[in-house]
Each structure stands twice: as structure tokens, then as C-alpha cells.
């Protein structure tokens, strides 16, 4: 029987914990020049870390943590040089994804290795490494009183008015949007559920 602390720290590991550990420690060994590296770059530059992604690909854990770190830091600093950001899940919607990378500097599923790295780097220094509850986001009064850190470009703005103007909108007309999932995402839905019935 493991003691609980032991079990709490791997609580969310799914494969075998042998496994689990082995791959982290052989990962570790064969990155550690380039993390080591890292770990001086960010010293130095006094780089900020800033995790989003730990509760899944969801819109939400990208956007409702990220939003209000980047209003702080805009209210505070005047800019998001010195911020690095780490998504830790898919890009749930590219759209977003291309605004905030305009802003900050992100890495996520594009560049692994890259991620993998940093996050090493910045879990082993412990500076200025800012994990945040997608729950506690919520309530973030930067929300209320802070500035969105993005916006459409003029060119998108145009795409958006032409596209309106071709399915038969008119300037001013109101309208209501209705949006639904790709079919990609109902799919990869389907063969989880059909992936869960044939385990049960």
C-alpha cells in the first residue's frame, strides 16, 4: 500500500506509476543541458511562467484563466514582454489562439519540446511560476474593471462584414448568432463513447 502522500501527488497519472516515473526521469536526463540553459535564460531576462490548459482543451481553461493575468500585468507593467505562457492542452479554437499569441508569447501543443522545456525550467526554479484555478478565474475582478488585452484587426473586422453582407445581412440589421461544434469534435466524441463500450 503507497502512503497517501505519495498517492496524492500522482493521483492524475493513468498509465502504470513505473512507467509514469521512468519516462519523466529518462526525460529529464536526456533535456537537462537545454532545461538547465533555460532555467538561466529566464533567470536572467527575470521571465515570468504562466501555466493555462491543466483542466483540459475547453475554451474556458485557455480564456478564463489567461484574460485576466494579461489585464494585470497591461494595468501594472504596461506590457507582457517579460510573460511566457504555457498551454498545456490542444488549441480549442484557433481563432483565439492567433489573437493572444499577437500579444504574448505562448507555446503550446506547436511546440512540445520547446513547452516540455520550459516547464521543466520553471517548475525546478519555482520563480514567478503562476498556476491558476480555472474556479477561482471566475471571480477575478480584473474581469470588471480591467481592459481586454485583444482585439479583431481591421482586416478581420471586413472578413466579418463581407461575410455578413453575403449571406443577405444587411448594415445594422440585428441578428442572432448561433454557433455549433465542428464535425470533428462530434466525431472524436462518437469513437470515445464507442472506445468506453467496448472496455465496459
Known amino acids: 500500500m503507497l502512503p497517501k502522500f505519495v498517492r496524492d501527488k500522482f493521483a492524475g ?26 532555467w538561466f535564460h529566464l533567470k536572467l531576462r527575470r521571465k515570468a511562467v504562466f501555466f493555462v490548459g ?31 505562457v504555457l498551454n498545456l492542452s490542444k488549441d480549442a479554437n484557433s481563432q483565439i489562439r492567433l489573437m493572444y499569441d ?21 517548475n525546478l526554479g519555482r520563480f514567478k511560476l503562476k498556476v491558476v484555478d480555472i474556479l477561482d478565474a471566475q471571480e477575478d475582478l ?29 448594415p445594422g440589421q440585428k441578428i442572432v448568432c448561433y454557433a455549433t461544434r465542428t464535425a470533428s469534435y462530434y466525431e472524436s466524441l462518437k469513437n470515445q463513447v464507442h472506445g468506453l463500450s467496448r472496455i465496459v
Open 13 to 38: 497519472v493513468t498509465q502504470p506509476l513505473g512507467r509514469w516515473i521512468l519516462r519523466h526521469v529518462l526525460e529529464f536526463i536526456v533535456l537537462s543541458p537545454a532545461i538547465l540553459v533555460t
Open 142 to 170: 480584473q474581469w470588471h474593471i480591467g481592459k481586454p488585452v485583444v482585439a479583431f484587426t481591421a482586416e478581420e473586422l471586413q472578413r466579418g462584414e463581407d461575410f455578413l453582407n453575403l449571406i443577405g445581412v444587411k
Open 102 to 122: 499577437r500579444v504574448v508569447k505562448i507555446y503550446g501543443e506547436e511546440a512540445r519540446i520547446r513547452r516540455r522545456i520550459l516547464w521543466w525550467a520553471s
Open 54 to 84: 491543466q483542466s483540459g482543451s475547453a475554451i474556458s481553461a485557455f480564456l478564463q484563466v489567461l484574460e485576466p493575468e494579461l489585464r494585470r500585468r497591461m494595468s501594472t507593467e504596461g506590457n507582457l514582454s517579460r510573460l511566457i
